[in-house]
């Protein structure tokens, strides 16, 4: 483990923030992620409150979660050595289906590499997907 700012980083670089509900956890998991995966992960946040504007956050499992209230949480993304997992929970459902398979039957995730300028168009129609969806109600 590596620690920054008073934040422990895990294995692969994730950072380890304490369970928390609201837009402060989330923000201090996002000014933990170390070198250029701050950055993705401030414009992803950007990009999800930009698409879903009732959106509600969460930081749980050590990565944050968003969602709408009544209907569960639609996404999350944690880090890992060389990328950023994007993990959309309905995303079997999504059209197109976003490229990397889960051992969950509807679990489907999008990696960010350093370098990588994602498709922002296409994030953003997964996200209104996503949002629109029912849900998992995991914690």
Same mark, same amino acid.
């Given at each position: 483990m590596t620690k920054i700012a008073n934040i422990m980083l895990l294995s692969g670089g994730n950072p380890q923030i304490p369970k928390g509900d609201g837009d402060g956890p989330v923000q201090a998991y996002i000014a933990a992620m170390p070198g250029w995966k701050?950055?993705?992960?401030?414009?992803?946040?950007?990009?999800?409150?930009?698409?879903?504007?009732?959106?509600?956050?969460? &930081?749980?499992?050590?990565?944050?979660?968003?969602?709408i209230e009544g209907r569960g949480w639609f996404l999350s993304f944690h880090c890992f050595t060389k990328y950023i997992k994007v993990t959309f929970l309905n995303g079997g459902s999504l059209r197109p289906v976003p490229p990397v398979t889960s051992k969950y039957e509807h679990v489907r995730y999008f990696h960010i590499h350093e370098g990588d300028e994602p498709d922002e168009?296409?994030? &953003?129609?997964w996200l209104e997907q996503a949002s629109g969806l029912p849900g998992e109600a995991l914690f």
């Amino acid at each position: 483990m590596t620690k920054i700012a008073n934040i422990m980083l895990l294995s692969g670089g994730n950072p380890q923030i304490p369970k928390g509900d609201g837009d402060g956890p989330v923000q201090a998991y996002i000014a933990a992620m170390p070198g250029w995966k701050r950055e993705v992960g401030r414009y992803l946040d950007s990009l999800i409150e930009r698409s879903v504007p009732d959106v509600h956050k969460a &930081v749980r499992w050590n990565s944050p979660f968003y969602g709408i209230e009544g209907r569960g949480w639609f996404l999350s993304f944690h880090c890992f050595t060389k990328y950023i997992k994007v993990t959309f929970l309905n995303g079997g459902s999504l059209r197109p289906v976003p490229p990397v398979t889960s051992k969950y039957e509807h679990v489907r995730y999008f990696h960010i590499h350093e370098g990588d300028e994602p498709d922002e168009e296409l994030l &953003v129609s997964w996200l209104e997907q996503a949002s629109g969806l029912p849900g998992e109600a995991l914690f």
